[in-house]
């Protein structure tokens, strides 16, 4: 197995205004409209206490979104946020008034009429955007990158949305649906990365994710007494791994739980970025051959690099072996333990919580952390088995990749 890279932040904390995109009042504002759709229901967090034993730490707690909305991710929660608090700049209704109810009412069609929203995906978020524009009654295209898996182009489609696989990386289709939205009459680019000009989307879509980091925060108080201490998160372009951090610090301040960034190395844009350590982005370009498709991704999001710059405590860029011990750490657990299906960028954090609790090289990273026998940890995992039949390869045939 390729060795996992990682660095401590070093680049010195930001004045904490960031943070503030995620503050409680946003991030209510985004659940108050999740729990107003009929398929909502919190996710479970799973106690992981053998494991926790195993590793010798006091807590493992992983938040299971293969149960989200039926969608076997948490990325919905941000296309849909995102979506309706366009519906309300668009129609000049207060955000907070507009429900699941009363976008999809007649009325409100009548007032909206149709919008069409682009984005481009690797899957997670077309297929959210796709369910949620279903839902809402709007009209979805969605653009994906050369080497989608069909599994993942078909659940997009399966949503009723325009969904094409294009001769592009996921960075390309990101620009190429941002051109179509610009060309067509009432549409709007959901994306849930930012760059320079493009920052109000991605910001409520970090928020729409808040809802999970709430629904964590909270199930993890009350299962362990306390709140973490340890956060590993996984990241493509950042958007979710700023929106937990920020969520955190907003919250906890100056006690909040250290994070963990955890990238697939083949797209490790945000620990190239921390590496540099002179505050500036850093790019990965090229076909990003990896099986965590969800963290494919080779340019940061400027919102989310703001944060994570000012909130983690490290970066860690981690192979594919990495993310299948994962899938196999949660899948087959230790009598006691529940069982997690966690797919290969939903198990990357797992994965690196693994290796740096059994490999002797990896010893320098948990003393970084300062983990120990009273660290309480929290892992997401962000996805179930989106790609059925690679998860089977890996969790059954013990391959570490795509077709290895
Ligand atoms: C399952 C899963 N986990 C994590 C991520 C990373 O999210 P972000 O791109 O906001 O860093 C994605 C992105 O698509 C994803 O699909």
Redesign the pocket.
Known sequence: MDAVKWTANSISAADGADARIMSRVNVAAARCFHQSFPQYAETPLAALNALAGFYGVKNIFVKD?SFRFGLN???VL?GSYAMARCLADFTGRPAESLTYDVITSPEFRKESGELTFFSA?????GRGVAWSARMLKQKAVILMPKGTQRSRFENIRKEGAEVTIEDLNYDGCVRKAAKKAKETPNGVLIQ??AWDGYEEIPSR??QG?GTMAAEADEQFLEAAGAFPTHVFI??????????VAGYFADKYGAAAPRVTVVEADQADCIYRSALANDGSIRTVGGAMHTM????A?GEP?TT?WRILKAYASAFASVPDAAAAVGMRVLGAPLPGDPRVIS????A?PAGLLHLMMTEKYLEPLRRALDINKYSRILL?S??GA?DPENYRRVVWEGTDGYGD
Do not use: P, R
């Not at 995906?121 to 978020?125: K, Y």
């Not at 996984?234 to 929106?243: D, I, K, N, T």
């Not at 965590?292 to 963290?295: D, E, N, P, Q, V």
């Not at 797919?343 to 939903?346: A, I, K, L, P, V």
């Open positions: 979104e991710a948490f990325k941000g995906t690797d899957g997670n978020h849930d990365t879509i970090m994710y996984q990241a493509g372009v950042g958007s979710l791994a700023a929106a965590m498709a969800g963290l991704c999001s989310a797919g290969e960028s939903g990357a997401f962000t996805e989106t």
